[in-house]
């Protein structure tokens, strides 16, 4: 796992999971994705496959333009729109 941003407002972080094969052993490839967490609303989301392609594609163009805080909140809010896992605390 590995942080990539964090706001008042968001969390993101990039997950790789290893694919394991048919025996339960784990490949040298993997497949991975994204946790949003939507501090305010207190919901969160995996996004993986073509859906955390998108957003990483976003998230490289918003990137590219010197953007502010507010630019990157603004896009992230769109996916956790989608969001309907609560957050819960352990």
């Known amino acids: 796992m590995q942080l990539l941003y964090n706001s008042d407002s968001y969390t993101v972080v990039q997950v790789e999971l290893p694919?394991?094969?048919r025996?339960?052993?784990q490949l040298g490839t993997g497949r991975g994705g994204?946790?949003?967490v939507d501090k305010l609303a207190r919901k969160e989301i995996f996004i993986e496959g073509v859906l955390a392609?998108?957003?990483k594609t976003g998230v490289q163009a918003i990137a590219d333009t010197d953007p502010s805080p507010e630019?990157?909140?603004e896009f992230i809010g769109r996916y956790t729109a989608l969001a309907q896992q609560s957050l819960v605390m352990h």
Do not use: K, L, M, W
């Open 19 to 21: 694919d394991p094969d």
């Open 53 to 55: 392609e998108h957003f």
């Open 23 to 25: 025996s339960g052993e």
């Open 71 to 73: 630019a990157f909140d």
């Open 34 to 36: 994204f946790e949003i």
